[in-house]
């Protein structure tokens, strides 16, 4: 019997980058080379920020680093009710045809706790992860619908004379929670735009935590200039 191969928990901007090897041998697997390893088996922590109109079988997974095509070809189940900006989960296999790169999913499974993408993070390490997210990949040549999940808002307004809505001036409300929670306010519905984000929450420095908290996974872009917190 063929051992199960391990599942490593990787980057997808690693797994886009390193070279696709075809296996020769009977039986071998084909893997992505990472130079340490060779991995034909990912585990992958991200949130899902596009699905294909009309095509429950396939979604776009964005972890910070990049995004990647899931696409499954035996319509896995749990693929069908996960809504755009779920956290997931994803164990399966990378594979590429022509130019394109993607994962056949063996498991999908919904996390609800947000700690543990912080923890990956931590464990692969954040200097690892290129924070610009790239264009939408297509899903076999056809358009990609980014959807949103709405969420009613309440505008908070933060400056040096109110740091945050019901929080009085001088409290222990650091600059990276206010930005986080600027963002949360800001987002109507299809994202809170970046520059308006910089320039409403008087922080001298609001890029550069912004920058760290799409590190961090705290919050992720739903495309480039729209953020969204994770819930």
């Known amino acids: 019997m063929q051992k199960r191969q391990t599942a490593y928990r990787v ?16 039986w071998a697997p084909n893997y992505v080379d990472l130079g340490d390893k060779k991995v034909s088996r990912v585990n992958l922590l991200g949130a ?12 776009v997974l964005d972890d910070g680093s990049a995004r990647v095509i899931v696409r499954s070809f035996d ?30 999913p063996e498991i999908v499974k919904p996390v609800a706790d947000s700690a ?32 949103v999940i709405g969420s009613a808002s309440e505008e908070v307004v933060f400056g040096a004379a109110a740091f945050a809505k019901g929080v009085p001036a001088g409290s222990s409300v650091s600059p990276s929670e206010a930005v986080y929670s600027l963002i949360k306010s800001l987002d109507s519905g299809d994202g ?32 480039p200039g729209k953020l969204k917190v994770l819930e």
């Open 116 to 147: 543990w993408v912080r923890a990956r993070a931590l464990e692969l390490g954040d200097k690892d992860r290129d924070i610009a997210a790239p264009p939408l990949p297509q899903l076999a040549g056809q358009t990609m619908k980014e959807e």
């Open 48 to 59: 899902i920020v596009a699905k294909q109109d009309g095509d429950a079988r396939s979604f």
């Open 192 to 223: 809170a735009n970046t520059d308006e984000v910089a320039s409403r929450s008087g922080v001298a420095d609001a890029e550069s935590i912004i920058t760290q908290l799409l590190s961090e996974g705290e919050v992720y872009e739903i495309r």
């Open 75 to 104: 319509g896995l189940k749990a693929i069908e009710s996960l809504a755009v900006g779920t956290v997931v989960v994803v164990i399966g296999r990378p594979r590429e045809y022509g130019d394109e790169r993607y994962v056949v």
């Open 11 to 26: 980057w997808v901007k690693h797994l886009l980058q390193g070279p696709y090897v075809r296996n020769e041998e009977d």
